[in-house]
């Protein structure tokens, strides 16, 4: 599993509250993603770290919180949990970042049900 | 930002043929363009990659080609096999941000 887990495993929530994902990693690596997975778009970045309290946004952060207090957790937070986050979400790590290229491993997922 | 699109969506090929998946970019800093394999339920793995600096590499029946001129690259399975049944994923990362930018995906069915 590359060292890397992500709790909870399923979770269905109602609309409006508050959700916390978790990603725990094993390996020291500095680069965490956070990924949401929908049928017909891919795997579409939310936010990534790039080391302890650096975060930047991807491609769809609106909706969603980060944190990073520690290398071996990074948090995904909704801050008010809406119908459209439904999705399965999947957190990668990897050594090191973007275009210096290496393997990127990813967590089991989380789906995430909104009602 | 990067966009990364990936054609086709759906592939179904006969077992033994070959496929091919196709991706573009739009960024030229992009240098480093994985592919990820997600079977069914799973999650996605790398199952190769190119760097900028190199027009092709292959690992026995797979091999990725790139094009940095028309901002392109494409993924060639032959002989293909049952386990190959999967969605495909191509990315393109570039340096000065860390991102990995995916493509949406291609379905691949081999048909018996």
């Known amino acids: 599993d590359a060292g890397i887990t992500q709790s909870p495993r399923h979770k269905v929530t109602e609309t409006g509250t508050p959700v916390t994902l978790r990603c725990h990693q094993t390996e020291n690596h500095r680069y965490m993603y956070w990924y949401r997975q929908d049928p017909g778009h891919g795997l579409r970045l939310i936010h990534y770290s790039y080391g302890v309290k650096d975060t930047d946004k991807g491609e769809v952060s609106d909706g969603y919180s980060v944190s990073r207090s520690k290398t071996e957790d990074f948090l995904l937070t909704l801050e008010s949990a809406t119908s459209s986050q439904t999705s399965v979400y999947f957190c990668?790590?990897?050594?090191?970042?973007?275009?210096?290229?290496?393997?990127?491993?990813f967590g089991q997922g989380t789906r995430l049900t909104v009602v | 930002g990067e966009n990364v699109e990936q054609h086709p969506s759906t592939l179904s090929v006969q077992e033994g043929d070959s496929a091919v998946i196709k991706c573009t970019y739009s960024?030229?800093?992009?240098?480093?363009f994985p592919w990820y394999k997600q079977e069914l339920g799973k999650r996605p793995q790398l199952i190769i990659d190119i760097r900028s600096n190199v027009g092709e590499k292959k690992d026995q029946r797979i091999a990725v080609t790139l094009n940095k001129t028309a901002k392109h690259f494409s993924l060639h399975i032959t002989e293909t096999q049952p386990e190959d049944s999967a969605v495909y994923f191509c990315?393109?990362?570039?340096?000065?941000?860390?991102?990995?930018?995916f493509g949406k995906g291609t379905r691949l069915h081999i048909l018996p």
């Open positions: 960024d030229s800093a992009s240098n480093y």
């Open positions: 990315a393109a990362t570039m340096n000065r941000d860390d991102k990995i930018i």
């Open positions: 990668a790590i990897s050594t090191l970042g973007g275009g210096y290229g290496t393997e990127a491993f």
